[in-house]
């Protein structure tokens, strides 16, 4: 079975630093990884998705993600937050096309951004 | 972009109730809509997944006659918590599939007293 693992709870950042949110997954073959953003009374939003080819994706809002397979991740970044960045950020797996993209998601991590 | 709806947002209603949640793709077709359940400060667990037409497929551990789901239109699913009580409590999230990605609504949180 797939499995999402989030390790960090909850995140604070100043405004303007750097953010890595961490993602490791467990999945038997080639994953479809996934990470969304999620604000209060808004649906989730996705910021990028990896299925193949460069193992470095850029998303939207300036994010990007780095799919390592030998060591399972799949860690979001960001250069420099913004105050608007605050939310909840969740990482997914699907087993692929053939499995109707059935989407398995980590416990999220909260993003805090102090000013 | 592709817009999801859910209505209603919030709903309170009283133990023994049943609840209808509606799921509407607003300017696109969906074949599949998927239906997900969130507890506070916790993660989307997948309840099932609607398929236009057929019936939908549950996912193990979610009551079937419990959790009613009807994919009646390409752009409508709707959820029904029947006999609602109190541990059904929780934010009730659906997304709809174009084939390629999701695309999620914001949600409805449903309290039952």
């Known amino acids: 079975a797939q499995s999402v693992t989030q390790p960090d709870i909850h995140i604070t950042v100043s405004e303007g630093a750097s953010l890595e949110l961490r993602c490791n997954y467990s999945?038997?073959?080639?994953?479809?990884l996934f990470w969304y953003v999620q604000s209060p009374g808004q649906g989730l939003q996705l910021l990028l998705k990896?299925?193949?080819?460069?193992?470095l994706v850029q998303g939207i809002k300036g994010f990007e993600a780095e799919f390592k397979r030998s060591q399972s991740s799949f860690n979001l970044r960001k250069p420099s937050v913004h105050w608007s960045d605050a939310a909840e950020y969740f990482c997914?797996?699907?087993?692929?096309?053939?499995?109707?993209?059935?989407?398995?998601f980590g416990g999220g991590t909260r993003v805090l951004v102090k000013p | 972009g592709a817009v999801v709806s859910q209505h209603p947002s919030r709903v309170i209603c009283k133990s023994g109730t049943s609840v209808k949640i509606e799921c509407r793709s607003l300017?696109?077709?969906?074949?599949?809509m998927f239906w997900y359940r969130q507890f506070p400060k916790q993660s989307l667990m997948l309840m099932a997944t609607?398929?236009?037409?057929?019936?939908?497929?549950?996912e193990q551990g979610v009551e079937k006659d419990k959790f009613l789901i009807n994919h009646a239109s390409l752009t409508l699913s709707t959820l029904t918590v029947t006999s609602a009580h109190p541990e059904d409590s929780s934010f009730y999230i659906c997304?709809?599939?174009?084939?390629?990605?999701?695309?999620f609504g914001p949600g409805t949180r449903l309290t039952v007293l």
């Open positions: 999945y038997g073959a080639t994953p479809y």
């Open positions: 609607s398929n236009e037409g057929s019936k939908a497929t549950y």
């Open positions: 997304s709809a599939f174009t084939g390629n990605e999701q695309f």
């Open positions: 990896y299925f193949s080819g460069d193992t």
């Open positions: 300017d696109f077709q969906a074949t599949t």
């Open positions: 997914a797996v699907a087993g692929g096309q053939a499995a109707g993209n059935k989407l398995t």
